[in-house]
């Protein structure tokens, strides 16, 4: 099973609520049990360039997408 987590927020890369929490240790806590789980939000001008650097980006998602 793979789950597509998408979200306007998620810790570390931006976070004014407890989605933020949420989304940031909800995948995490999936891989553990071997279920792929990834995270989609916006790319905000305040992620710092140490974060973005750590990101994977995906520029299409027309079709299949392995990650």
Known sequence: MNILYV?????????????ADVAGSLPQALRKRLIGARVVMPLYDTISQELKDKMKF???MSGPVAL
Do not use: K, M
């Open 58 to 60: 995906v520029t299409s």
């Open 7 to 19: 979200a306007s927020e998620a810790r570390p890369f931006a976070a004014s609520g407890g989605l």
